[in-house]
């Protein structure tokens, strides 16, 4: 008789716990789904510099008022200050443009965004997957330098090709992709669809 007290005791108490469980889960807020859309840029919040470098105020900046505003900044990129980027200065250079979070890790949302507007003429390999070597969802800086060792995009700026990028065809360069009609003009419109990622001047 104690025997079938205890089973229906222990048949009882396993019951219990089920139908709590049950209900525990039926009352489980659903797990999210991760958005890997990137957020839309509110224009509102976006506060042009614009006028800044354009000089003549003929609201074009031009690749020769870009070089005068942007080379007080050359010595940033230029870390070792010989005058010329080398292939990993170069990429060092556009990890941190990437890095719009400045936790030294590139997402693969901030991977989206510099393939949208700075490198995707330029990409050896399209998917952020291929880049990410160690599978965690981020690039670190070897992972960054490892993955463009191959592509053109240094080669396309060396204009000489003499393996070093010096200031004048740093400027060329970089203006040139963002003028977008390539007229040899930036409108304010241009310089706003870029300003708003990367303008670290």
């Known amino acids: 008789m104690k025997k079938i007290v205890l089973l229906f005791t222990f048949l009882f108490t ?40 354009d000089l003549d105020d003929d609201g074009l900046w031009s690749s020769d008022e870009f070089g005068e505003a942007y080379d007080e900044d050359w010595t940033v990129w230029d870390v070792d200050a010989d005058g010329y980027l080398d292939d990993n200065e170069f990429y060092t250079t556009y990890y941190g443009w990437v890095d719009t979070d400045d936790d030294n890790l590139i997402s693969e949302d901030e991977w989206n ?49 003499d393996g070093l990028v010096g200031n004048d065809e740093w400027d060329e360069g970089l203006f040139g992709l963002w003028d977008e009609d390539e007229d040899g003009f930036w409108d304010e419109d241009e310089y706003n669809t870029y300003s708003v990622y990367y303008d670290t001047w």
Request: charged share 35%; hydrophobic share 35%.
């Open 14 to 53: 396993v019951s219990s716990s089920f139908i709590a469980c049950r209900d525990k889960v039926e009352e489980a807020e659903p797990i999210p789904e991760y958005d890997t859309e990137l957020e839309p840029i509110d224009d509102e919040v976006v506060v042009s510099r614009f006028g800044d470098y």
């Open 113 to 161: 965004v510099g393939y949208t507007y700075l490198y995707e003429d330029y990409a050896a390999i399209g998917d952020f997957g291929e880049y990410d070597l160690d599978d965690d969802g981020f690039l670190d800086d070897d992972e960054w330098l490892e993955g463009w060792g191959d592509s053109v995009w240094f080669k396309n700026y060396d204009l000489d090709d």
